[in-house]
């Protein structure tokens, strides 16, 4: 739309009247705003019910060559006082666990902040000597792909999964494997094998401190109402639980008790259930205690009728039922 000898303002509110679905919904001119390149901004304010604090907005174009107005585009929009909805979530940040069903997939992010990559050690071989002065000079022989020497202490080479090597000399990578000073190939190994990190990813150890959190203060912790019933017995000395290995092993096992209501689950050792191994069941009583019958049918109960309506037709049709009956 082009206009020639028109006031830009009264441009902008025609605009803005044609957009509307009443004249009385277009309000007084807010304000303009030079937004560059000829194009400018008139805010009017909205009358519209439930649209308080929002203005119409009318974006015109001012051609000085031509001296003529071209409306490029005209809308509603909100200001810093009208109320708005929430500001959108991602449905993956809105879901709960409780939210999903077995056969749901959600799949796990690359960069997900809970999970660094795995390691897996080169193979390697260190002299052993009876000096242990004379091992930390002499140089170990490694067979891996080019492995390094030893000098002052044991120095390995980790192998990620994406091929990167990583050269550690009494560190902790991923804050899982700790190597000694004196720390041999095997130890690695077993340390390795031991915790799984030859995964191709392994948890992070923020991640597993925010488990351990959330499985302490759960239903499997100590404040479950099962716990009252352990009569002081804790997991912990149970002979049905399984201990769990690294860190989470100070803390958790795994039930193993299939009459217990937490058999299969990860449990904290201060928690407790009245299946404990070391609960003695109770004493088998040999006196027959009688319960009250949830239903009697020993008795009858007798109801008095109540007095029956007259009614001429009923009875008409009771004599004459009655003589076809005494002509037999």
């Known amino acids: 739309m082009v206009q020639e000898d028109l006031d830009p303002e009264e441009l902008a509110r025609r605009v803005a009247l044609s957009v509307a679905a009443d004249s ?8 303009r705003t030079p937004i560059g390149d000829g194009v400018w901004d008139y805010r009017f304010a909205s009358a519209i019910k439930g649209y308080e604090g929002w203005q119409w907005s009318v974006t015109l174009y001012r051609d000085e060559d031509a001296d003529t107005w071209t409306v490029d585009e005209s809308s509603l929009v909100p200001t810093d006082a ?25 799949g796990t992010d690359p960069d997900d902040p809970r999970l660094t990559v795995g390691y897996k050690p080169a193979q390697a071989s260190l002299q052993t000597h009876e ?32 091929g990167d090597e990583k050269d ?18 095997a130890d690695l190994d077993e340390a390795v094998d031991r915790f799984a990190l030859s995964r191709r990813h392994v948890m992070t150890a923020e991640a597993r401190a925010t488990t351990a959190k ?13 716990t009252r019933t352990a009569k002081g017995k ?24 299939r009459w217990s209501p937490d058999d299969g689950r990860v449990v904290s050792l201060d928690h407790g259930c ?14 027959w205690v009688q319960s009250q019958p949830a239903y009697d049918d020993l008795h009858i109960d007798v109801v008095r009728p109540k007095p029956r309506e007259e009614r001429p037709e009923v009875e008409l049709m009771e004599q004459m039922e009655s003589e076809d009956g005494s002509e037999d």
């Not at 009385?24 to 304000?31: H, I, K, R, S």
Request: with cysteine; net charge negative.
């Open 274 to 287: 009245g299946e404990h191994s070391e609960i003695e069941p109770q004493e088998e009583s040999h006196l």
């Open 131 to 162: 000096d242990n002065e004379e091992a930390r000079t002499e140089s170990a022989s490694v067979d891996a792909d080019g492995a390094d020497q030893e000098t002052d202490g044991a120095v390995f080479r980790l192998v990620d999964r994406s």
């Open 24 to 31: 009385d919904e277009v309000g007084e001119l807010v304000g």
């Open 168 to 185: 550690i000399q009494g560190q902790e990578p991923n804050d899982q494997v700790s190597l000694g000073a004196q720390t041999s190939a």
């Open 214 to 226: 959330r499985w302490y203060e759960g239903q499997h912790g100590p404040k479950s109402l099962s």
């Open 82 to 106: 009208a109320l708005q909805p929430p500001a959108w979530v991602p449905w993956k940040d809105r879901l709960l666990p409780s939210d999903l069903s077995v056969t749901d997939v959600m």
């Open 234 to 257: 804790a997991c912990e000395t149970c002979g049905f639980m399984i201990p769990l290995v690294g860190d989470l092993g100070t803390m958790f096992g795994v039930c193993a008790n």
